[in-house]
């Protein structure tokens, strides 16, 4: 058998043979799938969508994404499929973990986390560090936390404003409403832009009553069209229409 200059058996083979492995992971694009909208689109913006080789039945953006094969919905993703794409790298939210756990021995599971402002942060900096695109995701981290910090010097010293923002409620009544607590992405955007919630309790996302709302007795009340598997390019659309509606 002709032998290579890395091939093992040489003299030096196996560092020099790991070190060819490591080099080659590192110029070649890895097969990636992407569990959600959010996570899609970072990498897009990452410009790694060439890497992916699977997204869900919602990831139409960038346009891009809409000729990428579907492995599913959300929560409902088809295994089959999934594991056919033999994918390098699975990038998921925590609420995938237990149902990807048997693709443990196959690829990186890779979990981020979405619920705050912060987390969002955390990953895109988390996908840039395993798709080697740590510069463009520090760029654009940068420029989102010069974007809110912009948004909050122009609400400093300015009287702030309580809000409900209400999640989810029957349609065309305001019945069975659920609304955003504490602890959420759209509340973190509601402070930097000069508001407070007027809901002050522990729970994430507490079912209130018409009265409730009447006791609470906000300055502002405004529903969120937002659904499970939205994408983040109508996730900004709906909060920055939040931080104008709260700053004017």
């Given at each position: 058998?002709?032998?290579?200059?890395?091939?093992?058996?040489?003299?030096?083979?196996?560092?020099?043979?790991?070190?060819?492995?490591?080099?080659?992971?590192?110029?070649?694009?890895?097969?990636?799938?992407?569990?959600?909208?959010?996570?899609?689109?970072?990498?897009?913006?990452?410009?790694?969508?060439?890497?992916?080789v699977g997204?869900?039945?919602?990831?139409?953006?960038?346009?891009?994404?809409?000729?990428?094969?579907?492995?599913?919905?959300?929560?409902?993703?088809?295994?089959?499929?999934?594991?056919?794409?033999?994918?390098?790298?699975?990038?998921?939210?925590?609420?995938?973990?237990?149902?990807?756990?048997?693709?443990?021995?196959?690829?990186?599971?890779?979990?981020?986390?979405?619920?705050?402002?912060?987390?969002?942060?955390?990953?895109?900096?988390?996908?840039?560090?395993?798709?080697?695109?740590?510069?463009?995701?520090?760029?654009l981290v940068?420029?989102?936390?010069?974007?809110?910090?912009?948004?909050?010097?122009?609400?400093?010293?300015?009287?702030?404003?309580?809000?409900?923002?209400?999640?989810?409620?029957?349609?065309?009544?305001?019945?069975?409403?659920?609304?955003?607590?504490?602890?959420?992405?759209?509340?973190?955007?509601?402070?930097?832009?000069?508001?407070?919630?007027?809901?002050?309790?522990?729970?994430?996302?507490?079912?209130?009553?018409?009265?409730?709302?009447?006791?609470?007795?906000?300055?502002?009340?405004?529903?969120?069209?937002?659904?499970?598997?939205?994408?983040?390019?109508?996730?900004?659309?709906?909060?920055?229409e939040v931080?104008?509606?709260?700053?004017?």
């Amino acid at each position: 058998m002709k032998r290579y200059p890395y091939w093992p058996g040489n003299a030096k083979s196996s560092l020099g043979f790991l070190l060819l492995f490591w080099s080659t992971a590192m110029v070649f694009p890895q097969k990636v799938v992407s569990l959600a909208p959010g996570i899609t689109e970072i990498v897009f913006a990452l410009n790694k969508g060439n890497t992916l080789v699977g997204v869900t039945k919602f990831c139409d953006y960038p346009a891009a994404a809409g000729e990428i094969k579907k492995i599913g919905g959300y929560l409902d993703v088809n295994t089959e499929v999934l594991v056919a794409l033999a994918p390098d790298i699975v990038i998921m939210y925590p609420e995938h973990e237990n149902k990807m756990r048997f693709l443990k021995q196959r690829a990186r599971l890779v979990k981020v986390r979405h619920n705050r402002f912060s987390d969002l942060l955390e990953s895109i900096l988390e996908i840039g560090r395993v798709l080697n695109s740590e510069e463009q995701a520090r760029e654009l981290v940068l420029a989102i936390r010069n974007q809110m910090r912009d948004i909050s010097s122009q609400v400093k010293g300015k009287k702030k404003k309580t809000a409900i923002l209400i999640a989810g409620r029957n349609a065309d009544e305001l019945k069975n409403m659920y609304i955003i607590g504490k602890k959420d992405f759209f509340n973190d955007l509601l402070e930097i832009a000069g508001g407070v919630n007027a809901y002050a309790g522990d729970v994430d996302y507490p079912s209130i009553s018409l009265e409730s709302v009447i006791y609470l007795n906000p300055d502002f009340i405004r529903g969120l069209a937002l659904t499970r598997g939205t994408q983040i390019e109508e996730t900004y659309a709906e909060a920055f229409e939040v931080i104008k509606w709260v700053m004017h």
